[in-house]
């Protein structure tokens, strides 16, 4: 009969791992009775020297460790921790809906074909742990001497990954595949926390598993939308170029700009709201056409763990500019240059405006001093794909940071482009649906950024807030999700 003992990594913990659900219990002290019933040869709980709760840890497990949270000094204790067992489970502490059901197979299958690491995949985050023998584990904390990188839930496979052909790897495939739901059900941030509290309320704690949770997102999808993600903001309506791609011209909007007073509204309230949420200045207008956009730049990035994104021509960036935003700069930044072509012909061409050379010295100058977090986006056309060969060559320096997207249409509004097609066979949920929000420079939140023409407007981001106009595009969502697109949706073909 092997051994098998199990690590419980709180390194990556958060205020909401230790916060109570609406059944007074937390994520700590659900795992600790899941693992008392499993009953494993021994249990280790590390976490991070530094951790202000570690009270509460203690409450719930008797091996309870204190370290630094780089990937070395986790491997090192659990090597010495972990003598005399066979296998050891790679549990987190923030992962209250861990299936030990799961974990039974996953234990089976390990030892029946004598693996050295085994997982699972197309389960939703936080449903099943990984096993790795002890051997393994004992190997891979020599090749981690040094390696004061700090830990994520990736990181042991990661080492593994870095010469996969020397280990024995099996996987467990699950029977629902939920990949498209991108779903994480841990207690890291505020928005998962909610998703988890929705599933505990719903569901019976004691028969809680795997299965029971599928059955509920299908047939209410509502408990795992909680909070926006990712939140478009249209800070002016205004642009000096005329691309073929962007129905700016109908919107209605050409010549607005947002005051700086409701834009810092909307950013605080987004962060009070959800504060990990990805900001992104794009929308009908150019981003760097706005007399504030420094300010509020600076506005955003300072405000962690904000995120944000600014999608842009780069013909207003300019050398004077780049240097304001180079200075302020911090990893909380990123800038998409959308270049669509490799030759001023061709610029003028899909652009409107033969500005190629600028727009090019722009973003040299730019990228050239600010890599990280840079990237050049090419959207992908039947008058322009024949060029992608040459336009990768041409920013060979940095082809790690080239985006290719599709072509948006607006639901046929636009000339159909039929360069490629890369619609699924079977149509699926709207993924925008369920995290994003847009907001119009009219401070209007529409239903999606499809509706570029505020047809469709559920809320005022400032009058209503960020929370309430979220929650009041729900039951669409849900209509989407359960009985298929509207016919608004059904022309659109960026659901996937």
């Known amino acids: 009969?092997?051994?098998?003992?199990?690590?419980?990594?709180?390194?990556?913990?958060?205020?909401?791992?230790?916060?109570?659900?609406?059944?007074?219990?937390?994520?700590?002290s659900?795992?600790?009775?899941?693992?008392?019933?499993?009953?494993?040869?021994?249990?280790?709980?590390?976490?991070?020297?530094?951790?202000?709760?570690?009270?509460?840890y203690k409450k719930y497990f008797e091996n309870l460790k204190t370290i630094k949270s780089d990937i070395f000094s986790l491997l090192n204790s659990v090597k010495d921790d972990f003598t005399g067992c066979d296998n050891v489970i790679i549990l987190h502490t923030n992962e209250p809906l861990v299936d030990f059901s799961v974990v039974n197979k996953l234990i089976e299958m390990h030892v029946q074909n004598i693996a050295d690491y085994t997982m699972s995949e197309n389960y939703p985050g936080g449903i099943s742990p990984a096993v790795i023998s002890y051997d393994t584990l004992k190997k891979i904390s020599l090749i981690s001497s040094g390696n004061n990188e700090f830990y994520h839930k990736n990181s042991i496979f990661n080492i593994i990954s870095m010469d996969i052909n020397s280990y024995d790897i099996e996987v467990n495939i699950s029977p629902n595949d939920m990949r498209r739901d991108r779903l994480d059900l841990f207690t890291d941030t505020k928005r998962n926390f909610l998703i988890c509290n929705n599933v505990i309320n719903q569901l019976e704690e004691e028969t809680l598993n795997f299965d029971e949770i599928y059955n509920l997102i299908k047939k209410d999808p509502r408990v795992i939308r909680t909070l926006p993600a990712y939140i478009e903001i249209e800070i002016t309506g205004d642009c000096n170029l005329s691309c073929v791609m962007c129905p700016r011209k109908r919107s209605g909007r050409l010549d607005k700009y947002m005051?700086?007073?409701?834009?810092?509204?909307?950013i605080k309230d987004i962060h009070v709201t959800c504060n990990d949420a990805v900001v992104c200045l794009s929308g009908m207008g150019e981003p760097f056409l706005h007399p504030d956009i420094i300010k509020m730049i600076d506005f955003v990035i300072n405000r962690t763990p904000l995120k944000l994104i600014i999608e842009t021509s780069g013909y207003n960036i300019n050398k004077k500019i780049a240097d304001k935003v180079l200075k302020l700069f911090n990893s909380a930044l990123h800038i998409i240059f959308s270049i669509e072509s490799v030759n001023s012909k061709a610029y003028s061409g899909i652009r409107g405006k033969d500005v190629f050379t600028q727009v090019e010295n722009n973003i040299d100058y730019y990228i050239s001093r600010q890599t990280e977090n840079t990237f050049l986006q090419f959207v992908k056309m039947s008058n322009n794909e024949d060029m992608l060969d040459e336009f990768y060559e041409r920013w060979s320096k940095y082809q790690e940071r080239i985006i290719i997207t599709q072509y948006n249409d607006f639901r046929k509004e636009l000339a159909k482009d039929s360069s490629h097609d890369l619609s699924p066979i079977n149509r699926f949920p709207c993924w925008h649906l369920k995290r994003d929000m847009y907001i119009n420079v009219n401070l209007d939140v529409m239903r999606c950024k499809q509706d570029y023409r505020a047809e469709h407007v559920i809320g005022n981001a400032v009058n209503d807030g960020i929370h309430n106009c979220f929650m009041a595009n729900e039951d669409y969502y849900f209509t989407d999700y359960t009985a298929g697109a509207s016919e608004y949706c059904l022309d659109c073909n960026e659901y996937y």
Do not use: R
Not at 16 to 25: I, L, P, R
Not at 30 to 53: A, G, L, V
Not at 259 to 266: A, L, M, Q, R, V
């Open 1 to 28: 009969m092997q051994k098998t003992g199990i690590m419980c990594v709180a390194l990556t913990d958060t205020e909401y791992t230790v916060k109570e659900f609406d059944n007074g219990k937390n994520s700590l």
């Open 30 to 56: 659900i795992i600790s009775e899941k693992i008392k019933k499993f009953n494993p040869e021994i249990t280790h709980c590390y976490i991070q020297e530094n951790n202000k709760n570690i009270s509460e």
């Open 259 to 266: 005051d700086f007073s409701d834009f810092k509204k909307i």
